[in-house]
């Protein structure tokens, strides 16, 4: 059965997407470093510890999370997976956007030429809901079809 | 969002396309979080996360490249984050060779800071409001700075105004001048989401206790009662050194920006229980939620039981009062315990200004004696080479443990690791 779920649109598109799914705060650091430094074409998640994504490939999937966690690079780090074109196909927030994921979607969005939409505010029965492996269609109005 | 005429001429390109893109990206920044308006950053100076060339980060140094093309440099001097090489840290031949290839940008990226507006050769340091580097903002200071463990420091410790900018988003702030108002720069932003009751049977270690403090809350405010029993009400140096320990756990773990301490940190002393939101939530930590918490940590070692060979101290950057203390240290424990240096290599890390500091007092070289390295090294970069994180490598930085394979141990466990003592 499909589920949707209106949100707020940070960083616009569509995409139509397999769910990742982070429970925890997303530590963008911990999880792109490596990946990113070594050329992983999969751009496994390298966060021990978290327990949903670690050594689970990233790129071009839905990535559904609560928030990010951890160091300010951040952003940074989210501006150069997209610049690098090793990006999520978009980011999904349960909670308001936190102040490093708006800069790296926004950074992304201004200075780069990927198309990751991130949309926020979708709620906790959103991240309930949302499993691995379901797909997700993100709308240009901020509405996330699960199923 | 409502900006000067100054502020929209910027964004329509009285000053050029790129000027007007980095007011743009600043605008939408905002927006993101419901900002009405732009405030000035205070005089003084900024600090910036990135001080990494690292090669795969290249799309940064051309987005640099592009910034300082267009005559867009900081309005202020600033410091930055550690450098990320340091020739006396225990390494190998093949590991250099990696660590030249990862970091093949790194002159190309010191040359942009330095045109950007790096205040001084050596300051580089992730701590780098320790009194000897200097860069220590006054209460109610606007920021634009970004790196975890100084935005939570200068938020609680000295009570300055910044939120958690990401890189490059800091640097854009300190070349417009202004950043825009929402979250910790609010006074409703600076209120506290959790009450933390500090009921241990001795003073928390504060790496674990912020390590607690931040899985819990995450990017909430916490307010932590109980605590001052065991620091003090003084903000003096082993306070603020604990204080820096804490404040890193806890962005670094969580994604804490603010803390406040009970009769201790500024706004605290100030406002009370008054900062404390009426429907904050409650967290207790015990002795035993403290060793639940650090039972926790995994471990991504291949052998659970190899012998370390490398120990990290002092990520953030240690404290000149804890450079002595941890000298005292070690000298006694090596004595006690039958040895002339220490067993395993250990390498301390601190601000440049703290090590030339430290190197004028009679510890200095009683830490040389002991067969400890000094390094302003960030611990983070030196553990990013794969070669490294294939080593058995031990710390008490709760910080290191997150981003590395590190493995996490308390001081005292460290301390008998490093001088030969029964663990």
């Known amino acids: 059965m499909a589920m949707t779920f209106q949100g707020r649109v940070v960083a616009p598109g569509e995409v139509k997407a397999e769910a990742l799914v982070s429970h925890g705060g997303f530590n963008t650091l911990a999880s792109f470093q490596m990946a990113l430094m070594f050329g992983d074409k999969q751009v496994k998640c390298g966060d021990q510890n978290n327990p949903d994504l670690y050594k689970k490939p990233m790129l071009g999937k839905a990535l559904c999370l609560p928030e990010t966690i951890g160091s300010t690079t951040g952003g940074m780090v989210l501006y150069t997976a997209c610049a690098l074109g090793k990006q999520p196909a978009c980011m999904l927030f349960s909670k308001p956007i936190d102040s490093l994921a708006a800069s790296g979607a926004i950074l992304a969005a201004n200075w780069t030429d990927s198309n990751m939409p991130v949309i926020d505010k979708l709620g906790e029965e959103f991240l309930s809901y949302v499993k691995d492996g379901m797909t997700v269609t993100v709308g240009a109005d901020g509405i996330v079809t699960v199923e | ?423």
């Open chain 2, 1 to 423: 969002m409502n900006l000067t005429k100054e502020q929209q001429s910027l964004l329509d390109g009285s000053k050029g396309e790129t000027m007007a893109k980095v007011v743009k990206t600043l605008v939408m920044y905002g927006e993101a979080f419901d900002a009405e308006r732009m405030v000035p950053v205070a005089e003084g100076f900024g600090h910036t996360v990135i001080s990494f060339g690292i090669g795969v980060m290249t799309p940064v140094y051309d987005l640099y490249e592009k910034l300082l093309s267009a005559g867009a440099v900081s309005g202020q001097k600033f410091t930055a984050d550690p450098r990320p090489l340091d020739k006396n840290v225990p390494s190998s031949l093949l590991k250099d060779i990696v660590f030249r290839v990862m970091y093949s940008q790194q002159e190309r990226y010191e040359e942009q800071l330095r045109k950007f507006g790096l205040r001084g050769e050596n300051d580089y340091t992730c701590a780098c409001y320790l009194p000897q580097v200097g860069n220590v903002p006054k209460r109610g200071d606007i920021l634009s700075w970004a790196e975890s463990s100084a935005v939570v420091y200068a938020n609680s410790v000295l009570g300055a105004r910044c939120n958690r900018n990401s890189g490059i988003i800091e640097l854009m702030g300190s070349i417009a001048g202004f950043v825009p108002e929402f979250g910790l720069l609010t006074d409703d932003g600076r209120k506290a989401d959790y009450v933390v009751e500090v009921k241990t049977s001795q003073k928390p270690e504060a790496q674990l206790l912020g390590s607690a403090v931040g899985m819990k809350v995450l990017e909430k405010v916490p307010y932590i009662k109980g605590l001052d029993q065991w620091i003090g009400t003084e903000l003096n140096e082993s306070a603020t050194a604990y204080l820096k320990d804490f404040g890193a756990a806890t962005a670094s773990n969580g994604s804490v920006g603010l803390y406040h301490i009970e009769a201790l940190t500024p706004e605290a002393k100030d406002l009370g229980d008054s900062l404390i939101r009426p429907d904050a939530q409650v967290y207790v930590i015990d002795d035993a939620e403290l060793e639940r918490v650090k039972n926790s940590y995994p471990c991504i070692w291949k052998d659970m039981d190899a012998t370390p060979k490398l120990c990290f101290m002092g990520c953030p950057h240690m404290s000149l009062g804890q450079l002595a203390e941890w000298t005292d240290r070690v000298a006694a424990a090596l004595q006690e315990n039958g040895h002339g240096k220490v067993v395993i290599p250990t390498v301390f890390t601190s601000a440049p200004a703290v090590i030339e500091e430290f190197k004028k007092t009679e510890r200095y070289q009683k830490l040389m004696d002991c067969g400890v390295v000094l390094s302003y090294i960030c611990p983070l970069m030196y553990m990013n080479n794969p070669l490294a994180k294939k080593m058995p490598v031990i710390t008490s930085s709760n910080k290191l443990r997150t981003y590395t394979s590190a493995r996490f141990y308390s001081d005292d466990e460290i301390l008998k690791f490093i001088t030969g003592g029964t663990n």
